[in-house]
């Protein structure tokens, strides 16, 4: 079971926007940065957004992120079939003084 | 380019052992944390370990405590994770991460991320 909680599937059109959810806790998601990573099949994780709403270079900027209290988001827009990955959220826990991770979300392209 | 490779994956036996190492190119690798994150068949990520710049101090999972073993050869670009006394639950693709900075704290994440080693554990 995993510390942060993502819903496990989401699905678009092409062109839709697309929301993932990260629900945490005041000692993860509350005071610490959200990180977005995308793990398209068979592949390594790619990091995809850092320090909740900063997108590395090379990332498009159809992919934001967001925090809000105890939760964060990461939105899609413009979606493409190349999107179709599993997308998985992080952030520091205070409690346990290490990293954690949420479940993933697998997005499906329709 | 920041490369990274891991090697030493392999079928094991319940209760051996197994050594994973990552060689890394692209980078000042002296300067940078590094920790290993697994994945478990059909499940999600799972932060193993890291250890700082230097290798003087290193951090765990409290699943892999007492068992697994980190360590980095600062002269050959190398990371490794020495697993002993492993459990069929510990089955899991192994992949190993270089972090945004020489520290282990709060503001540390991983920036890029190596192919992954499989490790199954098994009789």
């Known amino acids: 079971q995993s510390v942060l909680t993502q819903p496990p599937s989401a699905s678009g059109t092409p062109g839709q926007r697309v929301t993932i959810s990260c629900s945490g806790s005041?000692?993860?998601?509350?005071?610490?940065?959200v990180y977005w990573y995308q793990q398209l099949p068979g592949t390594a994780p790619k990091l995809l957004i850092y320090?909740?709403?900063q997108r590395p270079s090379g990332v498009p900027d159809r992919f934001s992120g967001s925090k809000s209290g105890t939760s964060a988001s990461l939105a899609i827009s413009g979606l493409r079939s190349e999107d179709e990955a599993d997308y998985y959220c992080?952030?520091?826990?205070?409690?346990?003084?290490?990293?954690?991770f949420g479940g993933g979300t697998k997005l499906t392209v329709l | 380019e920041v490369q990274l490779l891991e090697s030493g994956g392999g079928l094991v036996q319940p209760g051996g052992s197994l050594r994973l190492s990552c060689a890394a190119s692209?980078?000042?690798?002296?300067?940078?944390?590094m920790s290993w994150v697994r994945q478990a068949p059909g499940k999600g990520l799972e932060w193993v370990s890291d250890?700082?710049?230097?290798?003087?101090?290193?951090y765990y999972a409290d699943s892999v405590k007492g068992r697994f073993t980190i360590s980095r050869d600062n002269s050959k670009n190398t990371l490794y994770l020495q697993m002993n006394s492993l459990r069929a639950e510990d089955t899991a693709v192994y992949y190993c991460?270089?972090?945004?900075?020489?520290?282990?704290?709060?503001?540390?994440?991983?920036?890029?991320w190596g192919q992954g080693t499989l490790v199954t554990v098994s009789s």
């Open positions: 991460a270089k972090k945004n900075s020489y520290y282990y704290d709060s503001t540390a994440y991983p920036d890029y």
């Open positions: 692209g980078f000042t690798f002296s300067s940078y944390a």
């Open positions: 250890i700082s710049g230097s290798g003087g101090s290193t």
């Open positions: 005041s000692s993860n998601i509350g005071s610490n940065y």
């Open positions: 320090k909740n709403n």
């Open positions: 992080a952030s520091w826990d205070d409690s346990l003084s290490g990293p954690v």
